[in-house]
């Protein structure tokens, strides 16, 4: 079994996420988009929005700079879709047939609320409304009056209609046909985005096969617990841990991947076939990650935060959730990835009507060290991001320990 050291490792889960080459000198185009998407397997989305969404980050820092319209052209092309591949995600709408289990899971829920006899004119009402007048959003419902509104209303919100399209669209029924710049859902009937119907004999085994093999290749190096997260809503996991370790063998007895270990990583890990050729490259000095960048905290690299830690080892929690005064590195702290490996974290936030980046903390990890070098790269990744979000200028308010004070000054 060959070993990699943890640097090795790092270097080949930055490859497969396509976060480790700076992108080139070019226009950025949907099918840009389209590619990396289809790549990583889902993109995941997010409410939050304190500089970018969630969603629009992931492919910044893997194509820099580019017009958010691109993906309103990709919703219209009926290229991608959304649905609840790691908590809610941009999915390639091709792949959507890939979800067709976890859809009939959720049908087959006996606490489905929109399955409940005293909805089932109202859930045929709104499915009617939307075959005849095309996408819908919970705005064309109108509010019910406050004594008929639910204990459920604090949640959903106060119409029922919202929970149907919630519910449906959660059981495969509707599928999203876009969101618009106010990130409002709109719902159209799942054929209609795309026709799952020439599939539907497809053996469930054979699309999680499918599934664990995108996981491989947008991880690069995995192991049981890495691949069972990486397609998940919730608690609920597309493919079971005891499935992903059966699945890993036997994908390894087709010569799909590779076992490996890793130093200090706890395996059996495997390396995809793919990325055997980037591992003997490193090897001999080529191909080693050069590129820097921010990372959303929703990142495909990241959010296993079990795998941030024992791969990256870096300690990561997003502090929105918690009080200001017992905050350490910032309310939508965004983890700096250099050369391969998760160096430090910015809190940032943008003033939409000043146009002004302003990154309120950086906070290096312990044994980085300041050089030119390093400088030259986060300037450059700090104009980027700045270009990338529509901000004129950008500044850092602090910077840590003495011997970095001069981060403010760039």
Not at 18 to 42: C, E, N, Q, W
Not at 213 to 237: H, K
Request: aromatic letters at 10%; one cysteine or more; a neutral charge.
């Amino acid at each position: 079994m060959e070993t990699l050291s943890l640097k090795e490792a790092r270097a080949i889960a930055t490859i497969a996420s396509r976060l480790d080459r700076k992108p080139g000198r070019r226009k950025v185009t949907a099918l840009h988009l389209m590619d990396t998407i289809k790549h990583l397997g889902m993109v995941q989305l997010d409410t939050i929005s304190v500089v970018t969404r969630a969603h629009e980050t992931a492919l910044f820092s893997r194509l820099g700079p580019y017009g958010l319209e691109l993906w309103q052209e990709l919703f219209s092309d009926r290229m991608i879709t959304e649905y609840l591949a790691h908590a809610a995600a941009i999915v390639p709408a091709e792949d959507i047939f890939l979800m067709r289990e976890m859809m009939r899971r959720i049908r087959e829920r006996a606490d489905r609320w929109v399955d409940d006899p005293q909805l089932s004119e109202l859930a045929q009402f709104v499915l009617e409304r939307i075959e005849a007048e095309g996408p819908l959003t919970s705005r064309d419902f109108d509010n019910p009056p406050p004594e008929k509104q639910g204990a459920w209303a604090s949640w959903y919100g106060p119409k029922k209609e919202r929970r149907v399209l919630a519910d449906s669209w959660a059981g495969g029924e509707l599928l999203i046909a876009r969101r618009d710049p106010s990130f409002t859902r709109w719902y159209d009937l799942a054929h209609r985005i795309y026709d799952m119907g020439h599939l539907e004999e497809e053996p469930a085994e054979d699309l999680l096969e499918q599934l664990a093999l995108r996981s491989l290749r947008a991880l690069g190096i995995t192991n049981a617990n890495w691949l069972c997260d990486y397609y998940r809503t919730g608690g609920r996991r597309y493919i079971s841990h005891s499935q992903a370790q059966q699945m890993l063998r036997e994908l390894s007895k087709q010569g799909d991947c590779v076992p490996v270990s890793v130093q200090g990583v706890t395996g059996p890990l495997y390396l995809y076939r793919e990325y055997q050729e980037a591992l003997d490259g490193l090897r001999t000095g080529r191909g080693w990650p050069s590129h820097t960048t921010f990372l959303s905290p929703f990142d495909n690299l990241i959010f296993n935060r079990r795998r941030m830690r024992e791969l990256f080892l870096m300690d990561y929690t997003i502090e929105i959730y918690t009080p200001s005064h017992q905050r350490t590195y910032g309310y939508y702290t965004m983890p700096i990835l250099h050369k391969g490996e998760l160096i430090g974290r910015i809190d940032p936030v943008l003033n939409r009507k000043t146009r002004q980046l302003t990154i309120r903390q950086v906070t290096m990890e312990a044994g980085v060290k300041p050089g030119k070098a390093l400088n030259q790269a986060l300037t450059g990744a700090f104009d980027s991001f700045a270009q990338f979000i529509g901000a004129e200028q950008w500044q850092i308010e602090n910077s840590g320990p003495t011997e970095w004070d001069y981060l403010t000054k760039l």
